[in-house]
């Protein structure tokens, strides 16, 4: 019963419920009312506002209405000594860790701290938006894996439209297996001219840096942690790694180019190039933001179009059909071991 109070009537005697409320003024009004009155409130006996009158179990009697505001008194007098007790300690607390904080001296021409751990979502959250309110110039982005959901694209949309609003260029990276999610096609419609996208077969992990002054990457593999980089030496370096890849990426207005090999697509062209590299199934599909499943099913189609009937056959086949190096542009047609030109006579 006490149990079934609690669910239904959250509640103290400084705030009754409707029922509660007309049952306890019945009671106070007549002395006394049955128990199975008051069945339907139970936060009264809870709450020590009725108790069973010693004649007749039958029978709840009230408190009276003056012991019950002594006792509500007392407890605010309580909550009160208990807040000031702490503030008192929040004050002190306050003035030992203000005292700790004169002791360090940042180094000169640094502002602020050169790397930062924000641990937890909501943290990174919001240093992401103080960065981006302070942002003017420019956002260069890194976003490794697939296909990206909506959550993904809405989750960061709020700060995306601040920025274009005043102006701020942005430049995002992707996979190539990006280029097939529409909620991406969707966002970058939105954005229009504010936003330019390009892909590649496999990026860096997730990076984001804001007017070239500040950097945040993840710290952790399901990246509820990240770093927030502000040293110059650290994002001048990451800068650097972006503007590479942004100029061996293909913008997104653009098609993949033809990889110059019949039968073979620009996907299963790169996941030679990696099998060749030794990679494991699983580490394949995330490096090029696909699932293992997809991944398999692109080795399958690619031994059979080499018609290799094992691992290490497709292995010799890659070689042998120089899929193994870098991932080539449109060429003349490579002709696959042990098949003719389409053109031969």
Known sequence: M????????????DRLCAAGDRVYSRAVRRGRVQRQDAEPVPCLLELALLHPDPDDMDWLVPTSPQEVMTRLLRGVHDEVSASQRRVGSAVEAFEWYAGLGRLIHAPAGLEGTAIRVLDGLARIQAAMDEATQACTTEVLTVQPGGIRREAELSEGLHRALALRGRGVR???????????????????????????????????????????TVAFIPANSDRTMALELRHPALVSYLVTVFERLWRLAIPLSAALPDTGIEGISHREQSIAALLAEGHQDAVIAERLGISVRTARAHIARLSETLGAASRTQ????????????????????VILPGRESPTAR
């Open 314 to 333: 497709l292995g010799v086949r890659i070689a042998q059909a120089g899929l193994d190096g870098p991932t080539r542009g449109a060429t003349a047609p």
């Open 2 to 13: 006490a149990g079934h109070g609690a669910q239904e009537h959250p509640h103290g005697a």
């Open 170 to 212: 942005m430049r995002d990276l992707y996979t190539h297996v990006a280029r097939h999610g529409q909620g991406l096609l969707n966002y970058l419609e939105l954005m229009g001219d504010a936003v330019e996208a390009r892909t590649l077969d496999e990026v860096i992990d997730r990076l984001i840096l804001f007017d070239r």
